[in-house]
């Protein structure tokens, strides 16, 4: 027996589709098309529980995600905040300089908060060190390190850079705006 097609998500869910949907937008994307007319001709035994649970859960899967743009279309200001505490340090002398650090709006004490904000904006995983694995080259760059500690886009961190091999110095280059 062919399957079903259904044009929309909620043709879909009466199909008896699994029906996904993405976060940002209100569409719906019918990812499989899986029904239990379809699971009789793969040798999967069909019973009358599994005839009447895929419904169920695609019924369950959709209204589900139907309440879930409603609550991502308007996100809180506090998820966004990025507030950091910068420290830059020299070759064995205690902090050189110690900003505080705002985005959305740009401010604080940093001297230049525009052009470190659109740095952190352009890679924020850079607070992430590389992976122990990473091939890096083992040459010293310079002496200077910085600490990170705050809220980055709502989430709380601390951070260590360095200018120790070429995978922390490409860290140290992405974010060089924001040492000041």
């Not at 940093?110 to 659109?118: D, F, I, L, N, V």
């Not at 886009?153 to 974010?175: I, K, L, P």
């Amino acid at each position: 027996m062919p399957p079903r097609r259904c044009a929309g998500a909620v043709e879909a869910v009466l199909c008896g589709q699994v029906v996904y949907w993405s976060g940002s937008t209100a569409a719906a994307t019918v990812l499989s098309s899986i029904n239990a007319d379809q699971l009789e001709e793969t040798n999967v035994p069909v019973t009358r529980l599994t005839r009447g649970l895929l419904p169920a859960l695609a019924i369950a899967t959709a209204l589900g995600a139907a309440l879930t743009p409603a609550a991502a279309a308007a996100p809180t200001t506090a998820a966004a905040t990025t507030d950091l505490t910068i420290s830059v340090y020299g070759t064995l002398t205690p902090v050189v300089r110690e900003y505080r650090l705002t985005c959305d709006p740009d401010g604080g004490t940093h001297p230049r908060p525009k052009e470190a904000c659109e740095a952190i904006r352009k890679s924020p995983g850079t607070i992430k060190p590389p992976p122990p694995t990473a091939n890096c080259l083992d040459r010293v760059y310079g002496p200077e390190y910085a600490k990170v500690s705050g809220v980055l886009f709502g989430v709380e961190v601390a951070a260590g850079f360095n200018r120790r091999n070429s995978c922390e110095e490409d860290r140290w280059q992405a974010w060089l705006p924001v040492w000041g």
